[in-house]
């Protein structure tokens, strides 16, 4: 009888031990987990010269201001050699730095400042595409049989017309074109001027690697992979089903060698650093994302994925219920292995508080406070765009000679073409172009909102003169100001970063109820995605009637019971349980 009790007792030990295992590989630290990223849109984010572009040392001017923040990195968008057909995602040398932006010195520099401050830098890796001025696209079109043809995809003119392909920027959304120095088409996912690299060939494959290892070694702490899910291609060449492109990712994304590629680039280069690396786009299902990122695949390291981001892409507005089971489905499938990225706004949507909150005067801040509020309490890593700090809005132009984006620019040239409205168009693009989030950052109220003392490269938002660092620094309610406060309670809370999320009232068309727990600390976070002010009962389960509330985007206190809680239009509240 002894013997058996021992042998339950060693065997429940073995269990708890296990179990505990099992925990800690779930949550294993790591500083990518913990850290919040704020995205770096150079080209609008300071201008040190009087050029109306933001450059490196513009960027080396406000550190401090981003040390501030209290963020950790710094994800920045590229800043390679480049003539920006697509601003900067056309790559014309991968270890040089734009003119308009300054020198490799700049870069060196602004790196140091970064780490000097603790912040440490992510780099964009657009390896898709180059640019068409790169010099293996000059050397791969000079001749069929040059050394460098192989590092993209041709189609011979002699096999006719090529397969069909889509395009993402083309104005006929044609992939192929033709190139009459060696009577071939080349192929292009974006646009003309972005060619796709044929990472068929181990040659360019090397090449790349050794680019990575370039700025690695320079002391950059991570790589955000750009369209990587589109890099291996089917070079089969079937033709796909009519209509294809509307379920683009299913037909170009996670082609058939995209894992061996990624294993080989974890082996030859992302193993040997401690960094983060991104997978922009993570397929168009949970399977996908994790044979991306789960620790035992060798590849990569965190999902970035689009579904979230496709929700709200209608003027006419989104159902709340779809964001929310779009967060829980993600985070119940990473609950035990894999990370996500945690966005609402990047260089390629449009300003969060636009499209997710209100940007009427009367709940602009309000609705930005709360979506801020969203992002730095779900778990994952939270990625934050520049500007929505302070509640920059979409600045909804009304002439398409404003628009400096070649998304808007050619479907706008497409749309015409085919006699499609174009009043129509506009006000879509007023709503979801791009432009709405490169506008210039908001510094202060002088000229240009402080970013350019020359012509800027494209407007400034007008309400720059109540939006703007300046004027929020002073107000101690501002969204600038509630922001900081939000990432040092999450930087000061691990139940925010590796907490169990269990959402309440999922079907709920306007509030947004869910709780963070990690041993025996818990919080519960309420958001109201609406306008209006009403009571917003509890579930039973929960209790605050003695909890303290941690974060309110309103001046005054919440009324509450533990029955409900009278919520304000777009309040947002964290509370702590115990």
């Given amino acids: 009888m002894r013997n058996s009790i ?64 209290g963020i950790d990195a710094v994800w920045l968008n590229p800043i390679f050699s480049s003539p920006n057909d697509d601003n900067g995602y056309d790559i014309s040398d991968y270890r040089n730095i734009m003119k308009e932006f300054g020198t490799m010195k700049d870069f060196d520099e602004l790196l140091a400042g970064l780490h000097q ?42 096999k006719g017309k090529p397969t069909p392909r889509y395009s993402f920027f083309d104005v006929n959304s044609d992939a192929w074109k033709y190139d009459a120095t060696t009577k071939s088409y ?61 379920d683009i990712i299913k037909y170009y994304g996670m082609g058939p060698n995209l894992h061996q590629y990624l294993k080989e680039m974890n082996k030859t280069v992302i193993s040997k650093y401690n960094i983060m690396t991104v997978a922009e786009g993570a397929g168009s299902t949970l399977e996908d994302a994790h044979a991306l990122v789960d620790e035992d695949r060798q590849e990569l390291n965190m999902a970035y994925h689009f579904e979230i981001m496709d929700i709200g892409n209608d003027p006419a507005g989104y159902k709340l219920t779809d964001l929310k089971k779009a967060f829980t489905k993600w985070d119940q499938s990473f609950a035990e292995k894999g990370w996500l990225a945690i966005f609402l706004a990047n260089h390629d949507v449009p300003r969060m508080v636009s499209k997710y909150g209100n940007d009427s005067p009367q709940f602009r801040s309000y609705s930005s406070k709360l979506l801020t509020t969203l992002i730095m309490t779900m778990r994952g890593t939270p990625f934050y765009f520049n500007g929505d700090e302070l509640g920059m809005s979409n600045i ?59 012509k800027p490269w494209i407007k400034v938002n007008p309400n720059y003169k109540t939006v703007n660092v300046v004027t929020e620094e002073k107000n101690l309610l501002s969204e600038l100001n509630y922001f900081k406060k939000l990432v040092a309670l999450r930087k000061s809370s691990p139940v925010l970063v590796y907490g169990d999320y269990k959402v309440f009232d999922i079907e709920n068309p306007d509030v947004y109820c ?16 609406s306008a209006k002010a009403f009571s917003y009962p509890l579930d039973q389960n929960i209790k605050i009637s003695a909890a303290k509330v941690l974060m309110n985007n309103y001046n005054n206190g919440p009324n509450f019971t533990d029955k409900e809680i009278n919520l304000k239009p777009w309040q947002a509240l964290v509370f702590k349980l115990n």
């Fill in 186 to 246: 080349y192929l292009h996912y974006f646009s003309q001027k972005q060619p796709d690299l044929n990472w068929e060939n181990e040659k360019l494959r090397n090449e790349v690697y050794d680019m990575m290892k370039f700025w690695l070694d320079k002391g950059i702490d991570g790589l955000r992979m750009d369209a990587f899910q589109y890099v291996s291609k089917d070079t089969t060449w079937k033709k796909y089903p009519e209509g294809y492109e509307k």
């Fill in 117 to 158: 401050r603790k912040i440490k830098l992510i780099l964009d890796m657009v390896l898709n595409h180059s640019s068409d001025e790169h010099e293996w696209f000059k050397q791969a079109k000079s001749s069929r049989t040059n050394p460098y043809r192989n590092y993209y995809h041709w189609w011979p003119e002699e």
């Fill in 514 to 529: 869910y709780t963070r727990t990690h041993g025996q600390e818990k919080m519960l976070i309420v958001l109201n995605f």
């Fill in 6 to 69: 021992g042998l339950v007792f060693i065997f429940l030990i073995c269990f708890v031990l296990r179990g505990n295992s099992q925990q800690a590989q779930n949550n294993q630290p790591a500083w990518w987990k913990e850290a919040v990223v704020y995205q770096l849109y150079p080209r609008s984010f300071k201008d040190s010269d009087g050029d109306g572009i933001g450059d490196i040392k513009g960027i080396i001017s406000k550190l401090d201001y981003i040390k501030s923040l």
């Fill in 396 to 454: 909804k132009f009304n002439n398409i000679d404003d628009y400096r984006d070649i998304a808007t620019i050619n479907a706008y040239k497409s749309i015409k073409a085919k006699g499609v409205d174009v009043q129509v168009f506009m006000d879509k693009q007023k709503f979801i172009s791009r432009d709405n989030t490169r506008t210039p950052f908001q510094w202060d109220t002088s000229l240009n909102a402080g970013f350019t003392s020359g």
